[in-house]
């Protein structure tokens, strides 16, 4: 596309140039002036602003008036915030003004549609208890700025997002979710009980960040906008649907789904032991974490892993090829029964191995960040088929903290002692003399025998990549470099 431009009187009559090219779209008042990509534009503001055509939410012509709505920083480190520009087209230009905002809009959507009706959930017990504010004040007017037709529901109580997951309307374009990750897993597990199942997980889910942990943000978003909600804001209307996996895990002869976690040992304490800190947002996790290290609890549980694959660097090389060729594809129902029936050891090149020396924690789980201070599964793909296993074996507390130190960039991962495997299934078992804890997507579980299986590609998600968001720039890091260079 060669850019267009419209000119356009602004609300106090200052003559500017609206250019819209493929990737941007410029706005100048009077004379340029140096190109600021993140400034908003203000009256009598004689610079350039230049505005991602990403960041563009919608153009609009009523009678004479042209509108633009879109995101920006105030800073370059701030957030995203909400704008609004506009103006009059020239009387010659009226016509040309109203191809213009069509190109405009055909540019900020890739020539595909915003989402026209939502379900929004609000967890206001979420996180620091400001979903409600975080809302209205932030996503709101963004979802309302693109025209969505908005169908908002408060929980009560625990569970209230899986009775009302259960009964969800197939055509809603997505369900949005204004909490943390718990909110998630109840929505999941609601779709479970879905009278048309298959259909429900077909709904794309985009998390507003709003909880403690906020996994999942990170994840589709990453580090400096996966706890922004104005940028979640911003995928629920640009977003692509991403296929992931899921867990299916059975405790007794209950079945339920998982999607970010199990684990068990010291980082299921924290988790739990934390949650009267819920005010202290991802904070608690580092306070619990000293806390844990000075009682360096063991535990104690027998495993049996179905491994696919527990070469470190391999694994690392995957991921990159992975990220190089990923593409967004058109979803489509996946079965909610296991893909990996066959329990016979051995099976599609996989083995069953056992692991049942006492340990610090196992974490398994998909999604590279669990919280912002740890990337505990750095070499995780949403669609790999696999679930990322990791076991901390025990170790001085000395090594443990010098271990953890750039947790945030995954550097354990390189760890000899934190053993890490891709699994298409695994069954854990406390042994009996063991007290502890289960936590599965950060939620209490009783600390009893369960078993994991993938579901590939059954849960629907939005996301501006066709890969998660967090990069895992570390090559093997050296066992001598980790203990000293720490
Ligand atoms: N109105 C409510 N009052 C009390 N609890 C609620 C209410 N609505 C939902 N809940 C519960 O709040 C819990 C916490 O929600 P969520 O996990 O989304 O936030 P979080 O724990 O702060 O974030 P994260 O999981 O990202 O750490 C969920 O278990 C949910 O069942």
């Known amino acids: 596309m060669s850019s267009l431009e419209l000119t356009i009187t602004d609300s106090i009559g200052v003559l500017t140039t609206w250019t819209l090219t493929e990737t941007s779209l410029h706005i100048r008042t009077g004379t340029s002036a140096p190109s600021t990509p993140w400034l908003p534009l203000r009256p009598n503001n004689r610079a350039v602003t230049q505005i991602p055509i990403r960041n563009v939410i919608a153009v609009t012509l009523s009678s004479d008036h042209v509108e633009v709505s879109y995101v920006a920083r105030k800073s370059p480190k701030s957030g995203l915030s909400l704008f609004r520009v506009s103006g009059s087209p020239s009387k010659e230009g009226a016509q040309f003004a109203e191809q213009w905002c069509g190109a405009a809009m055909a540019a900020a959507y890739q020539g595909r549609s915003p989402p026209k009706k939502l379900k929004i959930l609000v967890n206001p017990h979420g996180g620091q208890g400001k979903a409600n504010t975080i ?18 529901t408060r929980t009560t109580h625990t569970n209230h997002a899986v009775e009302l997951a259960e009964d969800l309307s197939l055509d809603y374009d997505a369900l949005v979710i204004v909490s943390g990750d718990g909110l998630i897993h109840e929505v999941l597990n609601g779709f479970l009980n879905h009278a048309q199942s298959e259909k429900a997980f077909c709904i794309p889910i985009a998390p507003i960040p709003a909880g403690s942990g906020n996994g999942l943000s990170l994840n589709l978003l990453g580090l400096q906008d996966g706890l922004d909600p104005c940028a979640a804001a911003l995928n ?3 977003g692509h649907a991403l296929k992931v996996d899921l867990f299916s895990f059975t405790q007794g002869n209950q079945k339920r789904m998982s999607f970010m976690s199990q684990t068990v040992g010291l980082m299921a304490d924290i988790d739990i032991e934390t949650e009267h800190l819920r005010w202290m ?13 000075v009682k360096l609890p063991a535990c104690k549980m027998e495993l049996s892993i179905k491994v696919a694959e527990q070469d470190k660097s391999k694994m690392v090389d995957a991921l990159h090829a992975r990220r190089n060729t990923a593409s967004f594809d058109s979803p ?51 669609d790999d088929g696999f679930i990322d296993v990791t076991i901390q074996e025990i170790v001085s507390r000395k090594e443990l903290l010098n271990g953890m130190n750039g947790a945030d960039r995954g550097r354990c991962y390189w760890l000899g002692s934190n053993h890490y495997f891709k699994a298409s299934a695994y069954r854990a078992k406390p042994l009996a003399d063991s007290g ?28 501006p990549h066709p890969h998660y968001a967090p990069e895992f720039p570390l090559r093997e890091v050296k066992e001598s470099d980790l203990r000293q260079k720490t």
């Not at 809302?135 to 908005?150: D, F, M, S």
């Not at 947002?281 to 290290?293: N, T, Y």
């Open 135 to 152: 809302y209205e004040n932030k996503v709101e007017p963004i979802l309302r700025a693109a025209g969505c037709t908005l169908d908002v």
């Open 236 to 238: 629920v209307l640009k």
């Open 281 to 293: 947002g991802d904070l608690r996790f580092i306070l619990g974490f000293l806390q844990s290290v």
């Open 332 to 382: 489509s129902p996946t079965s909610t029964r296991s893909e990996h029936p066959d329990d016979t050891p051995g099976s599609s090149g996989e083995t069953w191995i056992k692991f049942d020396k006492p340990c610090l924690w196992m974490y398994a789980g998909k999604g590279p960040y669990v919280s912002r201070t740890l990337m505990q599964f750095p070499v995780s793909q949403p």
């Open 436 to 463: 502890g804890m289960l936590v599965v997507d950060g939620e209490p579980f009783p600390f009893e025998e369960y078993q994991v299986e993938v579901l590939p590609r059954l849960g629907t998600l939005l996301s």
